[in-house]
């Protein structure tokens, strides 16, 4: 009769949590315990509503470590919960942690889901623009001046979405100019300058 009555774990993990004790009656169906399985993790993300059909194969995701501020892992997306939270208006992102990627069950996790837009435009590094407090935002543009020296000059443009280290320009270049990116903070209209070795500030 003991071993009819015998229940064995579906899989190792940790118990967490503890229904019914020692010599308590119970019937079938009721909870007895909790048991969490600390090696095969699941990572859910809410997404908003308006990526579901941007999420593709080609999508990437990158779990960052915890508190390590190590470089950000790929993760696996598994599968897409088509069923959106009208309150969040978001969707749920079911993916598997990497191997390199540690975490314990109901932890907190950051992570970037990278999607492609459709879209195809110009972009220039982030360090690149400057923003005003009265909205406007520019960039400097250094223009050959003879004797390997360049004359800078500060134009206006429209930035739209970034990523990684790169920011879209909606208005302002035409693509073939030559963009600072650093030592930019102290430039004025008209000033010569000259190209920095490279690996110097």
């Avoid at 579901?52 to 950000?72: A, I, K, M, Y």
């Avoid at 599968?79 to 907190?108: C, I, N």
Wanted: charge should be negative; aromatic fraction near 6%; avoid cysteine.
């Amino acid at each position: 009769m003991l071993d009819r009555h015998r229940i064995e774990a579906p899989f190792e993990g940790v118990v967490s949590h503890r229904n019914s004790d020692l010599g308590e009656w119970v019937t079938p169906g009721d909870e007895l315990l909790t048991l969490v399985d600390t090696t095969n993790l699941r990572l859910d993300f809410r997404v908003p509503q308006d990526y579901f059909e941007r999420v593709t194969r080609d999508s990437e995701l990158l779990v960052h470590p915890l508190g390590t501020g190590g470089n950000p892992v790929v993760a696996r997306i598994e599968s897409l919960v088509p069923v959106s939270d009208p309150e969040a208006r978001t969707f749920l992102l079911r993916a598997t942690g990497p191997e390199a990627f540690t975490a314990l069950p109901g932890m907190a996790v950051r992570a970037t889901l990278r999607v492609s837009t459709g879209e195809r435009g110009m972009t220039v590094s982030r360090d690149a623009i400057n923003r005003y407090p009265d909205g406007r935002v520019t960039v400097w543009l250094a223009e050959s001046a003879g004797d390997d020296l360049y004359e800078v000059r500060e134009k206006r443009v429209e930035v739209g979405s970034g990523f990684d280290n790169r920011m879209e320009i909606l208005s302002g270049l035409e693509g073939d100019e030559q963009v600072v990116i650093r030592g930019n903070e102290s430039l004025e209209n008209g000033a010569k300058v000259k190209l920095a070795e490279r690996g110097s500030r």
